[in-house]
C-alpha cells in the first residue's frame, strides 16, 4: 500500500512553509526519526535518485550557519551555494542522498525534512453590500471607503488592474496566467475595491489601495508564495489579505475523462505543517488577517449510474488503465463494463461520501488565526457546494459566511460579469475588514491587530442555522455595520472592544455593563501560536497551544460558558461547556437583564505566552471611575462651579464624598440637574447659605433635579450655594455621574461709550 501523501493541487476558492517549535512543547512527545521524515521523501527516495531533493526545516534558535553545516555533515548540498540566510520561515533549500536521512533527521536542530509534493494549480456586489449591510456604512453618517487602508489578493493569474474601477489604486506583482484565471483575479479585486463607476458593481471598500501577487510553486511543488506573504504584505502597510484558492483535497475533476479520487481526503480540515501552519505564523507575527475561501467541495464529485471514477500512480498522476466502479449489491462483484474486472476495482465503500456536505474544508482555511468563509445565497441558505467543517480536531469552521452567489464586479476589457461560489464570498469580507480598519484609527488612533479585526468580524455576525456555532455557517453571516458599531461605540476608555495580556495560571476580570435587557454575547479571540504536528497526527492531534478559558457571570452569579461543537455529530446543537480545543470561544446570553456582568478569562495553560487576548461584547466594558475634581471632600475644599456649564465627577471610592460651591448674588431660582451615568445610586444635597436645604435620591442610569428659590434675609449676608454628592449604596463599577448648577447672576448695567 503506497505512503499517503497530500500531493495536492491547488484550486482557486492554501498557505504553505512552516513555523516549527521545538519538540515537546504544547504537549507534543519528542519526535522520532520516522515522524520527521515525511512521506514525499520516501516516495522521492523510491525512484532510485541518489540526491533526493528536499527543504529542511530548523527549530527557532537554529542559526542559520549551524544549519547549513547540519546539511553538509549529512553529505547533502544547499541548492543554492550562496544562499546567506534562511528561506521564510527557518527552512533550507537541499539536496541530500538517500542513504543520509536517516543522519540528517537524527539531529536534533532539525524538525522535519518535505521531499517533492508534486502540486498542480487551477482556479478555486451590489447585493452582497446590502445583505451585509455595507451599503449604509458607504454613506453618511459613517462615510467609509477604505480610503488610505491597504489589502491584497494572491490569485493564480494577474487581474486586469487597468480597469477603470480601480482607478490606479491597484499594483500587480506578477502577470500572465490563464484568461479564466486573469477573469477571476479581477473578479475577486473588483468585489474588494471597485470604485462604483457603475453603481451595483461597487466593491466593498472602493477607495482602498490594492496589491495583488500571483500564486507561485516551486520545481517540486515546493510553495514559494508565502515569502510576500511574511516579507513584503506588512511592510506595505497591509492590513488584509485575500485567498479564494485552495487544494484539490479528495476528488481532481478535471484530470482526466472520470473524476479521479486522489485519496488524500484526510487532508480535509487537517493542520498541516507545511500548509496551514505558516498562515498562523505569519498572521501572528506580521499582523496581517489572512481571509481564506473555505473550498467548493461540499458536493462532492458527479459520478456515473455506476459511480465510474479513476484512482492515481505514486505520484498522483491519473491512472487511465483502470476504471473503478461502485458495487450496488455490496458484493464487490457485481460491476459491469466498462467497469474493469475484479474486486479491487468494483468498490464496497464509496471515497468519502457518506458524510457529504460535511468535512470538506480546504486545507489553507483550516488554519487558527484565519478567518474562513463560506457562501450563501440571497436569502442566506448555504450553497450546496460551499465547503463545511468540521477542522479535523473539531475547531469552529467555517468562521463565517457571506454571499457568493451570482456576485456582480469587474471582469477584464472594463467590462463586468457574475460569478458564484466560496471565492466570491471570501473577498466580501476582505473588503469589510478594509472599512473596520478604517473605523478603528477614527476611533482608537491606531491600526487594529489582525486577532482584533477577526474577533469584531466575528461578535458582528448574525447567527443562522442552529442555534449558536455550527460547521456549515460558522460563527454566522458577516454583518458589517454591527462589527463597525461595535468599534464606533469606543468613548473615553470605555466601549465593547478590550484587548490584554494573559500568562499562565492568570486569572483576568472585566466588568460589563448591559443598560437594557437584551441578548448578551461576548467573544474571545487570540491568535494561537503556530505548531508543528508530525505528519502521522495532522489529521488526529490538537492544534491549539495556548489554551485560554471564556465564562461570563451574570449579576445573580450564576456562570455561563462558551458554546461546545461535537465533532463527531456535524449536525447536532451546540452544548455548553470549557472548549478545549478552540481560540475562538463565545458565550451569548438570551434576554440577559440589565445590571454588571463579570467576564472572566483563566490562562488555563499558556506555554508560551503572555498571550494577547481579544474580547468583544455586546455590552460595553465598564468605565474607569476618574474624578478630576478631587480633593474636594469637605465643604472647605470645595470646588467652584458656574451657572449654565456641566461639570464630570465620581464617587470613585468607598466613603468619598464631593462637594461643589457657587455664589449667590441675587435672588431667584437656584436649581442642579443630575444625570447618574452610572451603577451607582447617588443622594445629591443643595445647601443654601442663609436659606432651605434640599435632598434627592438619583438611581444607577437615570436623571433628577433639585431646586430652591432664594430670598434675601433681613440681615445683609454673603449668600453662598454648596451642592453635596455622595453614595447610597455599595459602590458600583461605574459610579460616575454629570451635574449642572443655574442659579440668578446679576450683571452690570450697560452704559453707552463715550
Known sequence: MRPTVLALALIVCGGQAILPVHAGQAGLPALHIETKIHPSVYRAAATGRLGIPVRVYFQRDVAFDDARTAILAAGGALD????????????????????????????????????????????????????????????????????????????????????????????????????????????????????????????????????????????????????????????????????????????????????????????????????????????????????????????????????????????????????????????????????????????????????????????????????????????????????????????????????????????????????????????????????????????????????????????????????GPDYTYGFGFVDAKRSIDLIAAHDRDAGHIRTTPIVQGQQFE?????????????????????????????????????????????????????YVLDKVNYTANATRGVNTIDNVEVVEIANAAPGVYRVVVNGTNVPEGPQEAVIVSSARTARQCVDIQEPNDSSDAARNVYTGQSFNAGICSNGDVDYFKFPIVKDGAIAVDVKNTGDTPLRATLIVIGGETKVVDVPPYSDATISTVYTTGPLPVVPAGIVKFEATGALGVEPDYVFSVKYPVSYPPKRRAV
Open 80 to 467: 543554492d551555494v550562496l544562499t546567506i540566510r534562511y528561506s521564510p520561515l527557518r527552512h533550507l533549500r537541499a539536496t541530500i542522498p538517500s542513504q543520509s536521512l536517516h543522519a540528517l533527521a537524527a539531529d536534533d536542530r532539525v524538525v522535519t525534512i518535505i521531499g517533492p509534493r508534486y502540486l498542480r494549480v487551477k482556479s478555486h456586489n451590489a447585493a452582497s453590500a446590502q445583505m451585509s449591510h455595507v451599503d449604509e456604512l458607504q454613506a453618511p453618517p459613517y462615510a467609509l471607503t477604505g480610503a488610505g487602508v491597504a489589502v491584497s489578493l494572491f490569485e493564480l493569474a494577474a487581474a486586469s488592474s487597468s480597469h477603470i474601477e480601480f482607478g490606479g489604486r491597484m499594483t500587480l506583482f506578477g502577470s500572465g496566467g490563464s484568461s479564466f484565471d486573469q477573469l477571476h483575479a479581477t473578479h475577486v479585486a473588483g468585489t474588494m475595491g471597485a470604485a462604483g463607476i457603475r453603481l451595483d458593481a461597487k466593491g466593498m471598500a472602493p477607495s482602498v489601495k490594492i496589491d495583488q501577487y500571483i500564486v507561485k510553486l516551486g520545481f517540486n511543488g515546493e510553495p514559494l508564495y508565502n515569502e510576500p506573504k511574511e516579507n513584503d504584505l506588512a511592510p506595505r502597510g497591509v492590513v488584509a489579505d485575500n485567498n479564494s484558492w485552495g487544494f484539490i483535497i479528495g476528488w481532481n475533476l478535471a484530470a482526466a475523462d472520470y473524476p479521479v479520487w486522489e485519496g488524500t481526503d484526510a487532508f480535509f480540515g487537517a493542520y498541516d505543517y507545511d500548509y496551514t501552519a505558516p498562515l498562523d505564523d505569519i498572521s501572528r507575527e506580521q499582523n496581517v488577517l489572512f481571509v481564506h475561501s473555505s473550498g467548493n467541495e461540499a458536493a462532492g464529485a458527479s459520478l456515473g449510474t455506476l459511480g465510474q471514477h479513476r484512482h492515481t500512480d505514486e505520484r498522483l498522476r491519473p491512472d487511465l488503465t483502470s476504471l473503478y466502479c461502485y458495487s450496488q449489491n455490496g458484493s464487490g462483484t457485481d460491476c459491469p463494463a466498462p467497469c474493469s474486472v475484479g474486486p479491487p476495482f468494483c468498490e464496497t465503500v464509496r471515497h468519502h461520501q457518506d458524510i457529504l456536505p460535511f468535512d470538506t474544508m480546504n486545507l489553507n482555511a483550516s488554519g487558527k488565526n484565519v478567518v474562513s468563509v463560506g457562501a450563501v445565497n440571497s436569502f442566506g441558505e448555504i450553497l450546496n457546494t460551499s465547503s463545511r467543517g468540521p477542522a479535523k480536531d473539531g475547531r469552529v469552521k467555517p468562521d463565517v459566511v457571506a454571499r457568493g452567489s451570482s456576485l456582480l464586479s469587474t471582469f477584464p476589457g472594463n467590462s463586468y460579469g457574475t460569478l458564484g461560489g466560496t471565492s466570491m464570498s471570501s473577498p466580501v469580507v476582505t473588503g469589510i475588514a478594509a472599512l473596520a480598519v478604517e473605523q478603528w484609527r477614527r476611533s482608537f488612533g491606531k491600526t487594529p491587530r489582525a486577532a482584533e479585526l477577526k474577533a469584531v468580524i466575528i461578535a458582528g455576525a448574525e447567527d443562522l442555522g442552529n442555534p
Open 510 to 562: 472585566l466588568p460589563l455593563v448591559a443598560r437594557t435587557a437584551g441578548n448578551l454575547r461576548v467573544v474571545l479571540h487570540w491568535a494561537d501560536p503556530a505548531i508543528y504536528l508530525p505528519a502521522n497526527q495532522v489529521s488526529t492531534a490538537k492544534a491549539l497551544v495556548n489554551d485560554l478559558d471564556l465564562k461570563v457571570i451574570d449579576p445573580s452569579g450564576t456562570a455561563h460558558l462558551p
